[in-house]
C-alpha cells in the first residue's frame, strides 16, 4: 500500500467518485454537487474518521474497494452522525457511572476516615490506604501488564521528593485551589482546623481543608480506578455493595474500570464508537468474562494468554449491569429504519455489517442487552 500522501479535499472527493463510484444523487450531471458536498464534509471532520473509518460498512466490493453508485455522500453523512449520537449517548451513560463511582467512594471513606473537622484532609494520607505492592499473586502485576504502574505508583516518587499518586502529593491541595475556580479557599478555610500528620496542607493557609466530597469532583476517571485498587477492604466492600457486588468480586470490578475507562476515553477523544474495541494489552478478570457472559479474543492469538479483546456489545453488556442502556437501542433502531427508507436493497448489507462492527449476532439480541 505505502504511505499516503497528502491531497487537497477536491481531489479526495475525485477519488471517491470517479475511482470508488459513489453515488451522485444530483438531478444533473452537468450541475453535480457532490465534490461540494465531500469537501464540505470534510471541512469539519476528519477524511481518514468519516470515509477510512466508515467505508467498510458500506462499500459493496471490498476488492477493489467500490461503492458501485449505490452509496452516496448522504449515506457517509447519515453514517456518521449515527456514530455521533451514539458516542453521545454512551458517554452521558458512562458519566452516570463515573458519577455514583464518585459519590460512593467519597461517602464510605469520608466515614471512616474523615468525619471530624481536624480529619477533613485524612484522604491525602497514604496509612488510610492498603499497599498493594505488598500483596501475593495481585493481578495483572507482572513488569508491563496493566496494573504494574499503579501498583508502583503507591510508593513511587518524583526526582525533586513529591509523591506520583495526585493525593499524596505535598502541593495536591494548593494545585486544586489554583486549578478548579469553584474552590475558594476562603470557604473552605477553618480557624479551628488544625492539620495532622501525614495529610496534604494548604501552603498559602494551613487552615484551609478541602472535604473528599468536594474534591472529588476535579479528580479524572484515570484516579478513581487508582482508588478502587488502593482503598481498603472496609471501605472497598462498601462500594462493591453499592454497584450490587459482593466482597469477592473486586477483582472482578477492577476489570470492569478498565473497559469503562477505556470507552470513556475514545468516546471523548471521537473515536468511531461503533468501532471501539479494547486493546490487547487490557487482560480481562475471567469471572468478568463468566459472570457477564462476554465473547473476548485471547490477547495475541493464544489460548494461553488472558482473555483480553472485547467488541462495543460486550463493552455494553458490562455497563448495563449498573446503568440502564435502553437508550442505546433506540438510536440503533432509528438508523435501521433511516437506512431501510433510503438504501432499500443495500440497508440489511450495510444493517448487518454494524452487528459484526459491534461484535452483536442480531438486533434482537441487542434489544434484549437494552
Keep these: ?35 461540494m458536498k465531500i469537501n464540505e464534509f470534510i471541512k469539519n471532520t476528519n477524511y481518514f474518521q468519516c470515509f477510512n ?13 467500490d461503492f458501485c453508485n449505490k452509496i452516496s ?6 453514517l456518521y452522525s449515527f456514530d455521533r449520537q451514539l458516542s453521545s449517548e ?9 458519577e455514583k463511582l464518585q459519590n460512593s467512594i467519597s461517602y464510605h471513606f469520608t466515614k471512616a476516615y474523615c468525619s471530624t473537622l481536624d480529619d477533613t484532609m485524612q484522604y491525602t494520607n497514604k496509612l488510610n490506604y492498603k499497599d498493594i505492592s505488598n500483596e501475593d499473586n495481585y493481578p495483572f502485576s507482572g513488569e508491563y501488564q496493566q496494573y504494574f504502574k499503579i501498583i508502583n505508583e503507591f510508593n513511587a516518587k518524583y526526582p525533586n521528593g513529591n509523591n506520583k499518586f495526585l493525593l499524596f502529593d505535598s502541593f495536591y491541595l494548593k494545585n486544586l485551589v489554583k486549578k478548579y475556580e469553584m474552590i475558594d479557599p476562603l470557604f473552605y478555610k477553618d480557624n479551628l482546623y488544625n492539620a495532622p500528620t501525614g495529610v496534604c496542607v494548604y501552603r498559602n493557609d494551613p487552615k484551609v481543608a478541602v472535604p473528599f466530597w468536594v474534591a472529588i469532583q476535579s479528580t479524572t476517571f484515570g484516579t478513581l480506578k487508582y482508588l478502587c485498587h ?19 468480586q473486586r477483582y472482578m470490578f477492577l476489570s470492569v474500570l478498565d473497559v469503562i475507562n477505556e470507552l470513556r476515553n475514545q468516546c471523548a477523544h471521537g473515536t ?8 490487547e494489552y487490557i487482560k480481562l478478570n475471567n469471572n468478568l468474562v463468566s459472570t457477564y457472559n462476554l465473547s473476548p479474543r485471547h490477547g495475541s492469538g493464544t489460548r494461553t494468554t488472558p482473555y483480553s479483546v472485547i467488541y462495543l456489545f460486550d463493552a ?55
Design 90 to 98: 454512551i458517554f452521558k451513560l458512562l458519566n452516570i457511572f463515573e
Design 53 to 65: 473509518g466508515l467505508e467498510n460498512i458500506l462499500l459493496v466490493s471490498n476488492n477493489p474497494k
Design 272 to 279: 468511531i464508537i461503533f468501532k471501539f474495541k479494547t486493546p
Design 316 to 370: 455494553l453488556k458490562i455497563l448495563s449491569h449498573f446503568v440502564s442502556v435502553k437508550s442505546i437501542y433506540k438510536i440503533f433502531k432509528k438508523f435501521t429504519y433511516t437506512n431501510n427508507h433510503y438504501l432499500k436493497k443495500d440497508a440489511r448489507r450495510v444493517n448487518d455489517n454494524i452487528l459484526k462492527a459491534i461484535n452483536a449476532d442480531s438486533y434482537t439480541e441487542l434489544k434484549q442487552l437494552c
Design 230 to 248: 488502593y482503598l481498603k477492604d472496609s471501605e472497598m466492600d462498601l462500594v462493591l455493595k453499592d454497584f450490587g457486588l459482593t466482597k469477592n
Design 73 to 78: 455522500v448522504e449515506d457517509f453523512q447519515r
Design 1 to 35: 500500500m505505502g504511505i499516503k500522501l497528502w491531497k487537497q479535499r477536491e481531489d479526495l472527493g475525485a477519488t471517491l467518485i470517479e475511482e470508488r463510484h459513489l453515488k451522485c444523487n444530483c438531478t444533473s450531471r452537468n450541475n453535480c454537487t457532490c465534490g
